[in-house]
């Protein structure tokens, strides 16, 4: 169990986190989730543990409910980008986070193809996060994925 709180400097509370793909999150929102992932986000709901999402997954959250792509047969309404805000604002179930210069070197040392798939597996290693909520096989390869 990997632990770590960005918000606590002196190691209290510590929680332990996952960090969330695009894919998952849009799922989430679509109240599509698979069960090892829907007990994933149930345990960060009841601040069991942390999600991380990575700001380049918010990106393409937003670029697929903006081009009003189905997820999982289900499109994601306009409307529903500022609960996304709010909800991120709010910061008890997702912690919205950026890549810094130490996460930056980790992400020149991956060998993996696709840049958002490589700032997520940087943003994994940086925070030593216990899983990748995801089903992309792409980047599941090396690291360890939860979803079904």
């Known amino acids: ?3 770590y709180n960005p918000k606590e400097k002196n190691g209290a509370h510590k929680v332990e986190i996952y960090i969330v793909d695009a894919v998952a999150f849009l799922a989430y929102l679509a109240d599509k989730l698979p069960k090892k992932a829907d007990d994933i986000f ?10 991380l999402l990575p700001s380049i997954a918010l990106g393409e959250t937003l670029y697929t409910i ?5 997820i999982f047969g289900e499109e994601i309404p306009l409307e529903k980008i500022d609960l996304i805000f709010q909800v991120l604002k709010n ?11 130490d996460a930056w070197y980790i992400f020149h040392g991956l060998n993996i193809p696709e ?6 597996a940087a943003t994994f290693y940086y925070y030593k ?13 090396s690291l360890p994925m939860i979803w079904k």
């Open 42 to 51: 149930r345990k960060a709901e009841k601040k069991e543990i942390k999600l």
């Open 115 to 120: 840049l958002h798939d490589r700032m997520i």
């Open 91 to 101: 910061g008890e179930i997702f912690e919205l986070v950026d890549l810094n210069l």
């Open 66 to 70: 903006y081009k009003g792509k189905l």
């Open 129 to 141: 996060a216990s899983g990748l909520i995801t089903n992309d096989p792409e980047i599941s390869e």
């Open 1 to 3: 169990m990997n632990l």
